[in-house]
């Protein structure tokens, strides 16, 4: 079960719809659930692996917005140069799924 609400990513597809002059864009139930359920899954892979990338205990253990903004820096990164290489951004994405 996912902790993001359809409603608040409905809203999000619309606003991406309407910044790419779509706003006639339309979704299934089946999509949005889908959509929702993905959402889900990279805040918590997010999370994850904010946890992961710093010490667990002792000095600097304690997260601070720095280090939630340079963890979202590197994932924002990467998600760019996914989306603005789709084509190759796709076969590598294919290659892992297969492999």
Known sequence: MS????????????????????TGRS????????????????????CK???NYYPKTGRGSRLTEE???????KMY???REFMDNDNEGELIWLKRRDG
Do not use: G, P
Request: glycine content about 0%; proline content about 0%.
């Open 3 to 22: 902790k993001i609400s359809k409603k608040f990513v409905e809203m999000r597809i619309r606003e991406a719809a309407t910044d790419n002059d779509n």
């Open 27 to 46: 979704m299934t139930a089946d999509a949005l659930l889908k959509a929702t359920e993905c959402s889900d899954k990279l805040v918590q892979m997010f």
């Open 49 to 51: 692996y904010i946890e």
């Open 67 to 73: 280090h939630i903004e340079l963890a979202y820096l």
């Open 77 to 79: 990164e990467a998600c």
